[in-house]
């Protein structure tokens, strides 16, 4: 096996043989971004930040490299892919006998030690060596996230570049199953495929928390600016993990603020550092060094999960600190984060997980499980459980949600409610003109419904108006009277007849009815153009102006496509709101313990009934 060539810089500052470094010498006690590199003295870091045997030493390679060390006596199981570019070795077990060969392929192992991987081959269980000179290796972590893309990618058969087809993606949002550090298998047009970029967000991911106090600790943002990659690289972090680190610094001063201080000029002066961390804790502060949306360098596995997939918390240990209380600090700072990101308490990890390093010392030495049971005590006592409850999109009308939350409480018994929204919905009808006479209204109403199949009805608009007759004066004998009234009807084609007026042998004219008083008038000139004495005279009946409306249209956009039929037969017609305004409604359950109840309940809803669903906090 080849010897490690450098120390990765993750714990964060070991004290080696030489002793350790007194950060104030190397620092002001204040500090300024813009000008970080005038805070900057000639010391050598490498030449103090030194192991004492080769066991512990650690590669850290930049992006891009194939070697990723760990050390030689770790062990770890997980999911692995290998793609060998060239002829290698079988062994039936770490640095045992050579037992077989391997062409160039894609190999998958579930386990490692060291840098040796175990896989099934055609000579069953056998171990392969992680030679960088021709292993490639991919340390996979599930996933279950989606992923917004900020350029086209192609598509690979599996996560190596010689994998590569002619197949692209353009900048879109895709659901990330698993990522193996800049490579992720996604979901795609009903086929699993694999992508690289590094030009990516995960959706719903926080950069920073809009507090200055996390359960009563200061927490202070201390963001190292983007530049240099090897300190902020930029790529994207859906955090899964936490991992635990105690810094190994035990210089008077070198508390959370001093780290930053560290990690910024770092960033200014040292293209080269590939280390970093989230955050750092001491007795007195929480003092946050990248986005949490942003991966770092601090777990010592290259592009593993511990990099790509966790935050790095820092823990101080600086001789003019109260150790116990910066411990209990970070406690606090972990269960911030669990119940904020949605982490599991199993996944908080000692970096010794992700490569075997003896860190965090201090805790490690006191016992990991200690750690976890005090760490659940605190987040028992700070974390109220979040409930959560199933929404429903909005349905109109309160009748008609009622009915809907009577059907969902038919089916599961839940509890559940309506309430209403803001949002509202008017309603409009299509009104025609005015039609003279009950029975022309009818007969046009029976016309349109006859076509359309629209409800509808008519209704009286203005005021009625009488009918008048008008009547003659008296004919001496039926003959004449006859006579005259031939003579009507012949020259005005209305109907009419003679009456008697209570005289002997004495008739009047009387005309049949005419509607509205300037009608009568114009005609009562006409019979009296004639000679005739004449008068009109009220009949007793009355005449009504009727118009049709339809029933009643949700929207206005609804109302103006049924009254295209209107305006397209010729007929003067309009719509307008009918002055009901209905109110949209949304059914709400109970409460479920946890988020993932809640969202297993609404895709039942959305599968049953195919209402929108949702879910939302309650407390």
């Given amino acids: 096996m080849k010897k490690l060539i450098r120390v990765l810089i993750v714990g964060m500052f070991i004290a080696g043989s030489s002793g350790v470094v007194n950060m104030q010498n190397v620092y002001a006690n204040s500090y300024d971004p813009a000008n970080i590199s005038q805070q900057t003295e000639a010391t050598d870091f490498t030449n103090i930040i030194s192991a004492e045997n080769g066991k512990d030493e650690i590669v850290s390679t930049p992006p891009g490299e194939v070697s ?60 392969v060596y992680n030679d960088e000179n021709i292993v490639n290796l991919r340390d996979v972590a599930a996933k279950n996230a989606e992923l917004t893309l900020g350029e086209t990618v192609y598509i690979y058969s599996e996560p190596f570049s010689v994998y590569r087809t002619e197949e692209t993606i353009a900048p879109t949002t895709v659901h990330v199953i698993k990522q193996a550090g800049s ?35 200061p927490y202070k943002k201390m963001i190292i600016p983007t530049g240099n990659i090897s300190v902020r690289p930029g790529t994207t972090l859906k955090p899964d993990y936490i991992t635990v680190h105690n810094t190994a610094n035990t210089a008077s001063g070198a508390d959370a603020e ?19 961390w989230h955050f750092t804790v001491d007795d007195k502060q929480i003092v946050q060094h990248l986005p949490l949306s ?26 003019d600190g109260n150790y116990a209380k910066a ?38 030495s006191n016992g990991w499980s200690n750690f976890i049971t005090s760490l659940q ?105 006859q006579q005259a009234l031939e003579g009507l009807k012949r020259d005005t084609g209305w109907w009419a007849t003679f009456e008697p007026t209570g005289e002997p042998d004495v008739y009047r004219i009387v005309t049949g009815g005419i509607g509205g008083e300037s ?19 009220e009949n007793g009946e009355y005449v009504y102006y009727y118009r049709i409306r339809t029933g009643e249209f949700i929207e206005e956009s609804s109302a103006k496509q049924a009254l295209a039929y209107f305006t397209n037969k010729g007929w003067w017609a309009t719509y307008e709101p009918s002055g009901r ?16 109840a809640a969202e297993e309940k609404a895709k039942m809803v959305q599968n049953s009934y195919g209402w929108w669903t949702s879910t939302e906090t309650v407390r």
Wanted: with cysteine; net charge negative; glycine share 10%.
């Fill in 183 to 217: 490579w992720f298998l996604i979901d795609y047009n009903s086929r699993q495929v694999w992508i690289t970029t590094e030009n990516a967000k995960y959706k719903g991911t926080v950069d920073t928390f809009d507090t200055t106090s996390i359960y009563g600790i």
């Fill in 68 to 127: 990723l060390r760990v050390l030689s006596n770790f062990v770890r199981d997980g999911e692995f892919i290998l793609y060998n570019n060239g002829n290698i070795s079988m062994y039936t077990k770490p640095n045992g006998s050579v037992d077989g060969g391997l062409g160039p392929q894609v190999l998958h192992s579930t386990k490692r030690n060291g840098q040796w991987f175990l896989i099934n081959s055609y000579q069953g269980e056998r171990w």
């Fill in 294 to 319: 942003e991966s770092a360098f601090h777990a010592g596995d290259g592009d593993g999960p511990g990099n790509r997939s966790s935050i790095g918390i820092e823990i101080t240990e600086n001789a």
């Fill in 377 to 481: 005590q605190v987040y028992n006592t700070y974390h109220v459980p979040t409930v959560y409850r199933v929404v429903t999109g909005g349905f109109l009308g309160e009748e008609n949600v009622k009915q809907k939350l009577g059907m969902l409480q038919a089916q599961t018994g839940w509890w559940a409610s309506y309430e209403p929204l803001q949002q509202t919905a008017p309603y409009y009808r299509i009104v025609t003109g005015e039609y003279t006479g009950e029975e022309a209204a009818a007969e046009a109403m029976n016309a349109v419904q006859s076509e359309t199949g629209l409800w509808m009805t008519y209704e009286k608009t203005r005021p009625a108006y009488s009918i008048y007759r008008i009547v003659t004066g008296g004919f001496k004998g039926e003959d004449n009277v």
């Fill in 258 to 276: 001093m780290h930053g201080r560290y990690l910024l000029n770092q960033a200014a002066t040292n293209p080269d550092s590939w280390v970093s």
């Fill in 519 to 537: 009608n009568v008038i114009e005609a009562l000139n006409r019979v009296k153009e004639r000679g005739w004495w004449a008068t009109y005279e």
């Fill in 581 to 596: 305004i209905e109110r949209y409604y949304r059914i709400v359950t109970g409460g479920f313990a946890g988020r993932e």
């Fill in 327 to 364: 411990e209990e600090n970070a406690k606090k700072l972990i269960a911030y984060l669990i119940d904020q990101l949605n982490i599991p308490m199993e996944n908080v990890k000692p970096h010794r997980d992700w490569s075997g390093k003896n860190c965090p010392r201090v805790i490690l």
